[in-house]
């Protein structure tokens, strides 16, 4: 069975401030799919990024990077130099074999000015 | 351009009335899905498609049904609206192959008094 826990619940930072948000996953598969979704104060959900099981290369976007780890099956998430505009609710999730997206609970990221 | 839609965004019902809730995408996707979100429980799936005729039970189905007679569209139906059953709805959908990313619809906020 396929499954993503957020351990981190919420977490409040200062503005400017670099945040790591964890995500450690669970497949028996050998290919799967990682995402990282944002829920911002008004609702939606963006898509940030998606990453494949065979590509282990850190990846960077701007403020945003993601470090993924099949060792520790880990995807984390960090935004450097945090800015207000960056608090939201952060989702990972886990696409493995036919099955729909995994998502776990959620991190909720206050960024105080 | 494509878009996934949803239909009411807001919704107030009685208890034991039918309801449905609609969702349009024009991606031309053959994977669609419906998850609810709750405090506490992230996003849990309720069912999903992976194309016409075809329906499939999620983590919390009881209660509700979907149909797919098209492409387009997935309708989310509660039989017989419970209060347990207010919540955000989220229609998402995606290619035809599991790596594709889900891109959700902006979400239906349905009160059941």
């Known amino acids: 069975a396929q499954k993503v826990t957020q351990a981190q619940t919420e977490i409040s930072v200062v503005e400017k401030e670099d945040v790591t948000l964890d995500c450690v996953y669970e497949?028996?598969?050998?290919?799967?799919?990682l995402f990282w979704y944002k829920q911002p104060p008004s609702g939606e959900l963006v898509f940030l990024i998606r990453?494949?099981?065979?590509?282990?290369q850190n990846e960077i976007s701007g403020r945003y990077s993601w470090n993924f780890q099949k060792s520790t099956s880990s995807f984390n998430f960090t935004i450097t130099a945090s800015q207000v505009v960056d608090s939201a609710v952060y989702f990972c999730?886990?696409?493995?074999?036919?099955?729909?997206?995994?998502f776990g609970k959620g991190t909720r990221l206050s960024v105080i000015a | 351009d494509a878009e996934i839609t949803q239909s009411p965004r807001h919704k107030i019902t009685e208890t034991g009335r039918q309801v449905t809730l609609a969702c349009h995408q024009t991606?031309?996707?053959?994977?669609m899905f419906w998850y609810r979100q709750d405090l506490g429980h992230g996003l849990r799936l309720i069912h999903y498609?992976?194309?016409?005729?075809?329906?499939n039970k999620g983590e919390v189905s009881d209660g509700y049904s979907v149909s797919r007679s098209n492409t387009e569209d997935l309708p989310l139906t509660l039989e017989s609206a419970a209060s347990s059953q207010t919540s955000v709805y989220f229609c998402?959908?995606?290619?035809?192959?599991?790596?594709?990313?889900?891109?959700f619809g902006p979400g239906t906020r349905l009160l059941v008094l």
């Open positions: 498609s992976y194309g016409v005729q075809d329906t």
């Open positions: 497949t028996r598969d050998t290919t799967y799919y």
């Open positions: 991606w031309n996707h053959n994977n």
């Open positions: 998402a959908s995606s290619g035809g192959t599991y790596q594709e990313t889900q891109y």
């Open positions: 990453r494949n099981s065979f590509d282990e």
């Open positions: 999730a886990l696409r493995s074999g036919n099955t729909p997206l995994v």
